[in-house]
T-cell receptor, first 114, second 112 residues
Framework: DSGVTQTPKHLITATGQRVTLRCSPR?????VYWYQQSLDQGLQFLIQ???????AKGNILERFSAQQFPDLHSELNLSSLELGDSALYFC?????????????FGPGTRLTVT | AQKITQTQPGMFVQEKEAVTLDCTYD???????LFWYKQPSSGEMIFLIY??????QNATEGRYSLNFQKARKSANLVISASQLGDSAMYFC?????????FGAGTRLTVKP
């Protein structure tokens, strides 16, 4: 158990809908990362927050947004969902925001868009 | 642009033997971190080992060691004394201050 929690574990929704994925980092970790893992695209970095502020942005679509709250938990919002958004979404956390800190991953949320 | 390449889609190793999983990377940033993660069939991502671009010595963590050859831009993972529980997908990743990239992964199967 990495100490990172993600809810829900599974989510099934229809195209065009909006969903929110939630992540709680390990105790003491200030940085949260979101990743998407799909069969065709592999593991892709979406976005990073550090202590409430956006730190780095990867391949995140405009339909997706995220935020980190004062208690350091984070939410990833996915809107106007398409079939291709079906994937495993991971949240990870690290002690700080820089390149030297290993990231600990949550168990993931499996999103299925029908 | 940053790039991580894992050229071995699948590898087999006999139990108790050592295996090397290849990873090459490309970046123009002098400061970066290299990571290896394991993903068992259950789906979780497990951190294994980290190497910083300025580290002089190769990183080791138990049975895992990272063969870091900076001039060749390679960061191969060596697993010694393979166990059946090592069967999983293994991902190499590179991080600079603004980005994190993962390779396509290598599926390792340990044979009894």
């Amino acid at each position: 158990d990495s100490g990172v929690t993600q809810t829900p574990k599974h989510l099934i929704t229809a195209t065009g809908q909006r969903v929110t994925l939630r992540c709680s980092p390990r105790s003491g970790d200030l940085s949260v990362y979101w990743y998407q893992q799909s069969l065709d695209q592999g593991l892709q970095f979406l976005i990073q927050y550090y202590n409430g502020e956006e730190r780095a942005k990867g391949n995140i679509l405009e339909r997706f947004s995220a935020q980190q709250f004062p208690d350091l938990h984070s939410e990833l919002n996915l809107s106007s969902l398409e079939l291709g958004d079906s994937a495993l979404y991971f949240c990870a956390s690290s002690r700080a925001g820089g390149r030297t800190y290993e990231q600990y991953f949550g168990p993931g949320t499996r999103l299925t868009v029908t | 642009a940053q790039k991580i390449t894992q050229t071995q889609p699948g590898m087999f190793v006999q139990e108790k033997e050592a295996v090397t999983l290849d990873c090459t990377y490309d970046t123009s940033d002098p400061s970066y971190g290299l990571f290896w993660y394991k993903q068992p069939s259950s789906g979780e991502m497990i951190f294994l080992i980290y190497q910083g671009s300025y580290d002089q010595q190769n990183a080791t963590e138990g049975r895992y060691s990272l063969n870091f050859q900076k001039a060749r831009k390679s960061a191969n993972l060596v697993i010694s004394a393979s166990q059946l529980g090592d069967s999983a997908m293994y991902f190499c990743a590179m991080r600079n201050n603004n980005d994190m990239r993962f390779g396509a992964g290598t599926r390792l199967t340990v044979k009894p």
